[in-house]
């Protein structure tokens, strides 16, 4: 978090290369390596953004796979590069795409892109996959900012006072309190709209 991908590095001391064209033949074994530089200041995001809705545990009968929502609640546009999003987990990581996020603007970041779009065919087309599962007895949630800073962070459970409904009963985690820590289970509310909202408030 906080730096960039600048190029490629290899023996001969190439470097800044995008891409990665390299042959090897008799079986030799060569080291690269991939390098790294500072975001310069004034190129990140400077707005927080924010974990509005979280899906956990979709009833049988709606299975859209786990899937996050994240709101700019700010007043201008934040550019996503550099952002990302982890559950519990340190290694499980999805590293958010270099585009704007308008304000007031959602994103959703899902599971299974193909689940996803079958149980919610008219939301916004997700922007990034998951390559792990959000714990249906309880998990972490935690969206951070290119600095690698967390910008929110929910430690949600399947149990009271959590909003049991969201546990395979159809309904969502939504965070409706915006005035309450979102740390706090006050804060969130079981979706009215079976299946939640993604991508719509």
């Known amino acids: 978090p906080g730096y960039r991908f600048a190029g490629w590095t290899t ?21 690269v390596l991939a390098t790294f530089e500072p975001i310069p200041a004034g190129t990140v995001a400077t707005r927080q953004l924010v974990i509005s809705e979280i899906n956990y545990h979709s009833p049988d009968d709606l299975e859209a796979g786990d899937w996050i929502e994240i709101l700019n609640p700010g007043a201008t546009a934040v550019g996503l590069g ?8 340190d290694d499980h990581v999805v590293f958010l795409p270099d585009v704007t996020l308008a304000a007031g603007g959602r994103v959703v970041v899902c599971r299974n892109r193909a689940r996803f779009q079958v149980a919610h065919p008219n939301a916004v087309d997700p922007v990034a996959e998951m390559s792990f599962g959000l714990d249906n007895g309880g998990d972490q949630v935690r969206l951070m900012d290119p600095q690698g800073n967390v910008s929110m962070r929910v430690a949600y459970s399947d149990s009271a006072p959590w909003p049991v409904a969201a546990d395979g009963g159809g309904s969502t985690l939504q965070w409706v309190r915006t005035d309450l820590d979102p740390a706090l289970a006050s804060a969130w509310a079981a979706s009215v709209a079976r299946g939640g909202t993604p991508g719509a408030p």
């Open 11 to 31: 023996a001969e001391g190439t470097n800044g290369a995008p891409r990665l064209d390299r042959r090897v033949t008799n079986g030799g074994v060569d080291r």
């Open 82 to 89: 550099g952002w990302t999003v982890r559950d519990g987990a």
